[in-house]
């Protein structure tokens, strides 16, 4: 079946350096991938999506590319900043299928 | 207003009880969902309902009985709780028909504690 694998956390981070956070999946057919994020106490928001290989998804300074060849959807950012302290979740929708997996999530906590 | 309010947004409870879960969205989406999330954060889909039809039913024990009584609403009710149901229950939205969605709109969670 769908399975997503992201890094495990917590991660910490000072302000201003550099974000990645990993996230590979297993699944049949050609899937959608997403990450959502959680902030604290909030619902989970979509994030950024791709819906095919070779796609970059982006927002909010937030980056993630749609690697076939070697299935993986890992999400960056240049330069994080307080505010970005959250969950972030990684997920795929397959081809077909009804429903989105996800990740287990990784805390990501910015320090000033 | 909320897209997707979900009460309560506390509960503690003892085992063996019965409790029920209110969801509703005001975004006009066909396909409702209920998520469970543990305490080490893992993300799991229980039910999904699209114009109040039964969708997704992941394995979950029937002592958890989801109920849509239109397609803005989605509610969860549990019998004979357990302290292994103790967890944050996310009630989510999409837009999309039978396939559901791909951008969920989430619920801010209610934290659910068994005694």
């Known amino acids: 079946g769908d399975s997503v694998t992201q890094m495990e956390g917590p991660v910490t981070l000072s302000e201003e350096a550099f974000l990645t956070i990993n996230c590979t999946y297993t699944?049949?057919?050609?899937?959608?991938l997403f990450w959502y994020v959680q902030y604290p106490g909030e619902g989970l928001q979509l994030l950024l999506k791709?819906?095919?290989?070779?796609d970059k998804g982006s927002n909010k300074g937030f980056e993630a590319t749609y690697r076939k060849e070697t299935t993986s959807f890992h999400l960056e950012k240049g330069s994080v900043q307080v505010s970005d302290s959250a969950v972030y979740f990684c997920a795929l929708r397959g081809g077909g299928n009804e429903k989105l997996t996800f990740g287990t999530g990784t805390r990501l906590t910015i320090i000033p | 207003d909320t897209a997707v309010s979900q009460t309560p947004k506390y509960l503690v409870t003892q085992m063996g009880n019965d409790k029920s879960i209110k969801c509703e969205q005001n975004l006009g989406h066909d396909t409702m969902y209920w998520y469970k999330q543990d305490s080490k954060k893992f993300l799991k889909i229980m039910f999904s309902?699209?114009?109040?039809?039964?969708?997704i039913n992941e394995t979950v024990p029937n002592r958890f009985s989801p109920k849509s009584p239109d397609k803005a609403h989605l509610n969860l009710h549990i019998n004979s709780l357990e302290l292994g149901d103790s967890a944050v229950y996310f009630c989510?939205?999409?837009?999309?028909?039978?396939?559901?969605?791909?951008?969920?709109?989430f619920g801010s969670g209610t934290q659910l504690s068994v005694l």
């Open positions: 699944a049949t057919g050609y899937p959608s």
């Open positions: 989510a939205s999409s837009q999309g028909g039978r396939g559901g969605g791909e951008k969920l709109f």
């Open positions: 309902y699209n114009n109040k039809e039964l969708i």
């Open positions: 791709a819906t095919k290989a070779d």
